[in-house]
């Protein structure tokens, strides 16, 4: 199986900040990997797909990079309403495998 | 408007069965990919299962044996049959559209807002 390895596990940013979360594959997945923003109680919602292709309707402070092992998510300018917990997730094999999140909380 | 809405969680005791439904709208569930996703209580995110537009299947090895997914094409819903309940199958389960970008490149696309299981005895 893939294993999705995020970090930070948490971060504390201010409205305004730049923020990179990384997630990173126990093997090469190309560029098959995706995330996701999740509230408390909410359903998850893309962002991201094949690592920087962005969703339709998602602003475009939202970017992601990388390929094969090392992924990146930028928040270019920190909203108040992107505190949440974010998700990245591997397509490449089944298990399909999400990393164990990053809690994006505020300063 | 695509919609998915899940039913059929509740409070089920240890070694028990039960059957989760996903209602779709706005596509037809028999031309896509779908999966179901769940979430035990302060936890990630774990896939569980996919059905292909085709008709195969395939599970995270946690539920292997125990879970089946299935489609109704004429009601345009999605089923997870749970069978030998676990503690630990405790989450929201949420049934999601797989979207295609390209062999292999896959993503959710779209999500139920989700349905409860308890395992308890």
């Known amino acids: 199986d893939v294993q999705m390895t995020q970090s930070p596990s948490s971060l504390s940013a201010s409205v305004g900040d730049r923020v990179t979360i990384t997630c990173r594959a126990s093997?090469?997945?190309?560029?098959?990997l995706n995330w996701y923003k999740q509230k408390p109680g909410m359903a998850p919602k893309l962002l991201i797909y094949?690592?920087?292709s962005l969703q339709n309707g998602v602003p475009s402070r939202f970017s992601g990079s990388g390929s094969g092992t090392d992924f990146a998510l930028t928040i270019s300018s920190l909203q108040p309403e992107d505190f949440a917990t974010y998700y990245c997730?591997?397509?490449?094999?089944?298990?399909?495998?999400f990393g164990q999140g990053t809690k994006v909380e505020i300063k | 408007e695509v919609q998915l809405v899940e039913s059929g969680g509740g409070l089920i005791q240890p070694g028990e069965s039960l059957r989760l439904s996903c209602a779709a709208s706005?596509?037809?569930?028999?031309?896509?990919?779908m999966s179901w996703v769940r979430q035990a209580p302060g936890r990630g995110l774990e896939w569980v299962s996919v059905?292909?537009?085709?008709?195969?299947?395939y599970y995270a090895d946690s539920v292997k044996g125990r879970f089946t997914v299935s489609r109704d094409n004429s009601k345009n819903m999605l089923w997870l049959q749970m069978n030998s309940l676990r503690a630990e199958d405790t989450a929201v389960y949420y049934c999601?559209?797989?979207?295609?970008?390209?062999?292999?490149?896959?993503?959710?696309?779209?999500w139920g807002q989700g349905t409860l299981v308890t395992v308890s005895s």
């Open positions: 997730q591997q397509s490449y094999s089944t298990p399909w495998t």
């Open positions: 094949a690592a920087s």
């Open positions: 093997q090469s997945i190309r560029g098959y």
């Open positions: 706005g596509f037809t569930v028999t031309d896509n990919y």
């Open positions: 059905i292909y537009s085709g008709g195969s299947t």
């Open positions: 999601a559209r797989v979207a295609i970008a390209s062999a292999g490149l896959y993503y959710f696309d779209y």
